[in-house]
């Protein structure tokens, strides 16, 4: 019901400043067309007797130019700008705020700035960054940053040309993105506030607020001293555990979330609308939305670098394999370095790694720790100690390695062996969390002496014991771990999983989430602090992340006792002989 939203222009540029006047902070969603800006004009929840909804929109030129297929260089034109931004207006009656790239030329930005504020926009934030800017968000790109001084005049001559004060300027400054830090970017600030600039926002794409937070404090002691302290504006795309409020106490009066409904799916909009507004940010809205680089791929703005992001892969991922833990079978040393044919199975486990393209390997060592010091000193392995490994598990261990998450990795168990090409197809995989899975235990049913790891699939495939020509295909899981009926489950977790750096990206945020909120019982363990990977696989499953399953029924074995040592060794044996 479009036409029911209606509203002078004049009334809506004055809308903003008003509400932050009344309010004191405003929560502002991404709208890139009519019927995205409706939904934002819509969506609102009931909470505590009080009615929470968006208070306005932000025109993103990342969401607008990626729905008409173009990537995101300052290459729409004004004109198409224009368009988009009263498409959103004709429709709604919130107050509207929009990206303005870098400005473009001074005499192009004051054109700019007289036309939005002719439309009724409230407000235009524009970047300190060389014209064609890069997006910030992506990870290749150099970013490079205009001269203060340059940036300034823009400023100046924009708000010269404004014909009210309700019309607000916007500097955005991108040190933080470019790596210049936050002296200069609280150096940028004054210069900005003394060319008298309406407001402030600051960038990052780091994942912990803490820089964020910290220009804030300066940002207050900064103003004091100016005699003037123009609005605060924050972005939390990546910070996102964050919640608005807890933003708004340290002085930010604009919070953007500024690109979820354009990576959410049709279906899903609203249902992400109300998931920020539920939980006061914007993390639990992650499961409905696309990623910005699978953004910035389908407008073909990776395309380019497409093959040497493949090549790179391999020298990014790591390889992590938790091997802190002491099993009662084999006491005197690590499960890693348990010897079947004369070579500990980490040597074997390295062999096949390495088959697979990958160099990075994570060790976390505990119990008997020093032993890999004496045989593993020249192996080019990365070391991770894990101090608590008597009284801690699995998910612990393999967190004492998070360091080497961010760029992805690879899970493998310490006590199995594994054909390298099963790693590779693993690494293949299409998935962002995705867990090596075997059918064939149930016909094993003789040789099963310890709990499994069990999985449970959405797809009720018949197992697969024989040959066939269907080939090995992901299956979605919906229950995983060891408590799991052996006659319900339909695969067994092998101990190898892959995490794209999505995936990567999605477990280390819940699990930081879970250190500060789990309390009691965590799924199959009697709390966190004793939680093993599977525990925290299925909090992924719970939250609405995907994990799937890699079918295999052949080329792996567990280690887990003197009897399937032999066994292994009769394998492998005519093999090295």
Known sequence: MSLKYRISP??????????????????????????????????????????????????????????????????????????????????????IIVDGDTGGAPA??????????????????????????????????????????????KIQRGKEIAVTDDFM???????????????????????????????????????????????????????ERLGRRPILVSVPTTYNLITDRELAKYGFNIIIHANHLLRAAHKSMYESARAILMNDRGFEAEPLCSSVPEIFSTVGFDVIKEKDRKYLREQRLSVIIPAAGKDPAFADRPKSLIRVANKPILDYQLENIRKAGLRKTVIVKGHEGKQFD???????????????????????????????????????????????????????SKGDIVLLVDSSYRYHK??????????????????????????MGLVEITRVGKKIDIEVANYEFIGAAYFSEEGAQIVRKIYQDCQQTAVGRFHEAESFAHAGVTDLLQEVIDRGFMVHGLEIYQGWMEIHSRKDIEIAEQEITPVVG
């Open 446 to 471: 003789h040789e099963i002496d310890k709990k499994l790891d069990l999985v449970i699939s959405k797809q009720q495939r018949a197992a697969r014991y024989y040959r066939s020509l269907r080939p």
């Open 10 to 95: 004049g009334e809506r540029l004055r809308a903003l400043k008003q509400l932050i006047e009344k309010k004191g902070f405003v929560r502002i969603i991404e709208a890139h067309n009519g019927l995205s800006a409706l939904i934002g004009e819509m969506a609102q929840i009931e909470q505590d007797g009080e009615i929470i909804e968006y208070d306005g929109f932000w025109e993103s030129s990342l969401t607008d130019s990626a729905s008409k297929g173009i990537p995101d260089a300052e290459i729409v034109g004004t004109e198409s700008r224009a368009h988009t931004i009263d498409e959103i207006l004709n429709v709604t009656s919130k107050p």
């Open 108 to 153: 192009q930005f004051e054109y700019f700035v007289k036309r939005l504020e002719r439309l009724g926009v409230s407000a235009v934030i524009i970047e300190d960054k060389i014209f064609p800017k890069r997006n910030s968000l992506d990870p290749t790109a150099k970013q490079t940053q205009e001269d203060p001084e340059k940036f300034a005049q």
């Open 374 to 428: 004496k045989e593993f000193s020249d192996k080019n392995l990365i070391f991770c100690n894990n101090d608590h490994y008597e009284d801690k598990h699995s998910l612990y261990s393999l967190f004492c390695a998070e360091d080497y998450m961010k760029d992805g990795f690879l899970l493998l168990y310490s006590d199995i062996l594994l054909d390298g090409g099963h790693l590779q197809k693993l690494i293949n």
């Open 169 to 223: 300027v916007i500097s955005r400054i991108e040190s933080l993105i470019a790596g210049a830090g936050l002296e200069d970017a609280l150096e940028r600030a004054e210069c900005y506030i003394r060319a008298g600039v309406d407001g402030v926002m600051i960038h990052s794409k780091k994942e912990s607020p803490d820089d964020i937070l910290s220009f804030a404090q300066a940002y207050n002691s900064l103003c």
